[in-house]
């Protein structure tokens, strides 16, 4: 299916599954509690669209993780960035780069697991811009980010991360600020439909600590 994701004064039409339900895969689940959550554009995601379409993000290395079809790294695209979308589900990243190429944008997708980050997602790094929406819901997750997000980044790196308030978020806010990352907080308006997470989402804005800008965090 079509979907018109709004992103301030940019036009975003983007292809995906019709229904994250039908891709549910009992297998993969039993292995590794896979959902396939890459399907859909999140309240968060929307979010996200819509700060980045505020940006000008010309000559800016930005990379997106947990994207999904990878809508925040199309934007940064539009605004001027080069961009890379990254996810576990090698069929977001195949959704993810038909739609680039749709747009004609300057953006590529790569397949990354935040607990094994492959070389070149590292090598093409360090990223001016680190952004995800809605990559908080597990407390694994923000496990995961506190060890991966430092490895992206360089002193003048941003953080974005658009969360729709959900209670695991919590520990990777604070782990962040403990070690030293300089941090504010936004709370923004959902555009479109709103499903039970709410009609405000948190958008955190994390600055590494001088110095220590590659240390791991422990979450
Ligand atoms: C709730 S969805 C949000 C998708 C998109 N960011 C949005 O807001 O529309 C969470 C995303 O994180 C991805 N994800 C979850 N765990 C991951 C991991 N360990 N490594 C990489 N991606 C992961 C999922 O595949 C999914 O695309």
Redesign the pocket.
């Known amino acids: 299916m079509w979907e018109d994701v709004p992103a301030g004064d940019l036009a975003l039409r983007i292809r995906r599954p019709p229904s994250a339900e039908d891709l549910l895969d009992e297998e993969e689940f039993a292995d590794d509690e896979?959902?396939?959550?890459?399907?859909?554009?999140?309240?968060?995601?929307?979010v996200?669209c819509g700060v980045l379409a505020e940006m000008d993000l010309s000559g800016h290395n930005v990379i997106?993780?947990?994207?999904?079809?990878?809508?925040?790294a199309m934007v940064a695209a539009m605004r001027g960035a080069r961009a890379l979308n990254?996810?576990?589900?090698a069929a977001?990243v195949e959704f993810s780069r038909w739609n680039a190429r749709n747009l004609r944008l300057d953006m590529d997708a790569q397949v990354?697991?935040?607990?094994d980050p492959p070389a070149q997602v590292l090598a093409r790094g360090p990223y001016d811009l680190v952004v995800?929406?809605?990559?908080l819901?597990?407390a694994?997750?923000g496990e995961?980010l506190g060890l991966l997000v430092p490895a992206l980044c360089e002193p003048s790196t941003e953080v974005i991360i658009?969360d729709p308030r959900r209670p695991d978020a919590r520990a990777f806010v604070d782990g962040m600020q403990a070690a030293g990352w300089a941090y504010r907080r936004e709370d923004l308006p959902v555009p479109g439909r709103i499903d039970e997470t709410g009609a405000i989402v948190h958008v955190h804005r994390f600055r590494p600590p001088a110095r220590k800008h590659n240390e791991p965090v422990v979450i």
């Open positions: 896979r959902l396939p959550y890459w399907a859909e554009v999140w309240p968060s995601g929307r996200l997106e993780i947990g994207g999904g079809i990878g809508t925040g990254t996810d576990w589900y977001a990354m697991d935040w607990r995800g929406a809605d990559i819901y597990e694994r997750n995961a658009a």
